[in-house]
């Protein structure tokens, strides 16, 4: 397959001709980046397929109104953090009856997932990670696993740049600490 | 260079010591000094970048020399046997992407950024930093297409679509329309019957019972109440309640001296 920059296929896009074309382009070059950004946050497979494909569904539709103000991959990952976000609300909202928090359900989902092939260090590692408030968590996820730049992160985001270093800060001092609790 | 570097005293190969593949060859300190002359190098880097212009130069030897000029009169000799390996240009077989090099220095500062950053936190520092989740590698070869078939295929009509096509056919359209109009109808008229023309704020407007219910009211000192009162508005009022009770004294007063007891009692 050949590789086109974001430019080429957006203008591949445009063109009715070419259009599914560019589209499943465009999937094929953003899909693996986008389900781990995903995946981080919802955790599950099956919730991170869903999501993934809702995120290109949202794309399809607003994709002729996008004005590439922001790059193309900074575009999607908003997308893609907002229908995460989104999503795990829709699904706390419909377990009010648990009297377990969302955290909690995202750990135990994280302990009876077949794949997750990490080791026990690993899982302590999610496990703190999943303790975090919900901005701090993909702040953490982006920076520690990702190694997204901040200015990067800032756009995605919509956050400045001196938040999210704060934020990348106390998500990783809270990290460690939990570590330092559940690793002795 | 000596062929026994993995091999200790006794004899034995060291375990966990890197073996040379055969027929390839190195510096005995080639990975020692590595990450010296990386910084080293990197140390160049950030020196230049002071100066903008000069950095913004592609570093490059403006100066040439006739072809194999470096070769000595050996290779060359060598070289005679093979022509067509002495006609082939010396050169690197394989190419890299454009800008690999420049952007090379750049990633290994942000990398090194990241680990420094990293340092402050010892623990999280030491553990491997790997993606411990996992995934068919086959859901990928299918995404594109999953998703195709939700965008493109037709679909179903929900529930509350199907029941208003079930029933809200051109003929239940206008009877829903003229219901409606009805309706609005009904409202609009016993709205105007109250009298309440909307524009009036004063508590001449209001009802006896209105007044004396409201709370707000209730809670208003003398003054309030007062500001409040629309004096026109409740003169108009009171005069037009006065000259009614005098035309009804009027018409008594006519009716007593004109009218027979007799005629009153059979009207009655």
């Not at chain 2, 570093?59 to 070769?71: A, G, Q, R, T």
């Not at chain 2, 990398?111 to 790997?130: N, Q």
Request: aromatic share 12%.
């Amino acid at each position: 397959m050949e590789h086109y920059s974001d430019e080429e296929l957006l203008q591949q896009f445009r063109n009715e001709s070419s259009r599914n074309y560019a589209f499943s382009l465009i999937v094929n070059k953003y899909q693996k980046k986008l389900y781990w950004h995903i995946r981080k946050i919802v955790i599950d497979h099956d919730d991170t397929d869903d999501v993934l494909q809702n995120t290109f569904i949202k794309t399809w539709k607003g994709l002729d109104n996008f004005k590439e103000e922001s790059q193309l991959y900074t575009w999607l990952y908003r997308i893609a953090t907002n229908e995460a976000l989104g999503f795990l609300r829709q699904k706390s909202r419909s377990k009010t009856f648990s009297i377990h928090p969302i955290e909690y359900q995202l750990s135990k989902s994280l302990e009876s997932d077949t794949y997750f092939k990490g080791d026990e260090i690993q899982m302590k590692l999610q496990k703190a990670i999943l303790t975090l408030p919900e901005k701090q968590r993909i702040v953490f996820n982006m920076r520690y696993y990702d190694e997204t730049p901040y200015e990067e992160m800032s756009e995605i985001l919509e956050t400045s740049v001196g938040a999210l270093k704060a934020s990348y800060h106390h998500a990783a001092k809270k990290v460690e600490e939990y570590l330092v609790v559940h690793c002795s | 260079m000596s062929e026994d570097t993995n091999i200790n005293k006794d004899g034995e190969e060291n375990p966990g010591r890197f073996r040379k593949p055969e027929g390839f060859d190195f510096p005995e300190d080639y990975f020692n000094s590595f990450s010296s002359r990386l910084f080293k190098k990197l140390g160049s880097e950030n020196e230049l970048a002071e100066f903008k212009l000069l950095a913004a130069l592609p570093k490059i030897h403006p100066f040439v020399v006739p072809d194999n000029y470096f070769l000595t009169l050996e290779h060359k000799t060598e070289l005679a046997a093979y022509p067509g390996l002495a006609s082939v240009k010396p050169g690197y077989p394989v190419e890299v992407e454009a800008g690999y090099f420049e952007k090379l220095a750049q990633s290994l500062q942000y990398k090194i950024a990241l680990a420094e950053e990293l340092k402050e936190y010892g623990r999280l520092a030491a553990i491997e930093k790997v993606n411990p989740f996992d995934v068919e590698e086959a859901y990928f070869d299918t995404l594109t297409s999953a998703i195709q078939d939700r965008l493109f295929a037709p679909q179903a009509p929900g529930l509350v679509e199907r029941l208003l096509e079930l029933f809200f056919t051109r003929k239940t359209a206008y009877a829903f329309g003229a219901v409606a109009l009805l309706g609005f109808s009904i409202m609009y008229f016993n709205r105007a019957d109250t009298g309440n023309t909307g524009t009036c704020t004063t508590l001449a407007c209001l009802e006896k019972n209105e007044i004396v219910n409201s709370a707000e009211i209730k809670n208003m000192d003398e003054e309030t109440l007062i500001e409040l009162i629309d004096v026109r508005a409740l003169s108009d009022s009171l005069n037009t309640h006065q000259q009614a009770k005098e035309l009804r004294k009027e018409q008594e007063d006519y009716l007593m001296e004109n009218v027979d007891a007799n005629n009153l009692i059979d009207e009655l």
